[in-house]
Nanobody, 129 residues
Framework: QVQLVESGGGLVQAGGSLRLSCAASGRTFTRYGMGWVRQAPGKEREFVAVINWSGAGTYYARYADSVKGRFTISGDNAKNTVYLQMNSLKPEDTAVYYC???????????????????WGPGTQVTGSS
């Protein structure tokens, strides 16, 4: 079993920044993918960013078009933590942000929710205008 816990959410003015963290504990894997997905009120969950890593490091970072150039996903293998740096936040970024782990194979921007093996409880991000 793997437990994921997100942190770092909050209320921020438009144009501001937040850094989300997703800490993983429990069983560890040498090769897996981590994704960030968000769900705004009344909307379906949508892909935000994904990153894959192995013992050699992190790679294959991909982003939704809506966040490209503003958000950066990164990972610290030693800390079993993946980050989402969010800059130039907009009101439309308001959502609950979830991190998810795919341990059966690497993840891509096209990975459907059901292919992720583990999910965190989510953290609220609110961008005010």
């Amino acid at each position: 079993q793997v437990q994921l816990v997100e942190s770092g959410g909050g209320l921020v003015q438009a144009g501001g920044s937040l850094r989300l963290s997703c800490a993983a504990s429990g069983r560890t894997f040498t090769r897996y993918g981590m994704g960030w997905v968000r769900q705004a009120p009344g909307k379906e969950r949508e892909f935000v960013a994904v990153i894959n890593w192995s013992g050699a490091g992190t790679y294959y970072a991909r982003y939704a078009d809506s966040v490209k150039g503003r958000f950066t996903i990164s990972g610290d293998n030693a800390k079993n933590t993946v980050y989402l740096q969010m800059n130039s936040l907009k009101p439309e970024d308001t959502a609950v942000y979830y991190c998810a782990a795919k341990t059966s194979a690497w993840a891509t921007e096209s990975t459907p929710d059901y292919e992720y093996d583990y999910w965190g409880p989510g953290t609220q991000v609110t961008g005010s205008s």
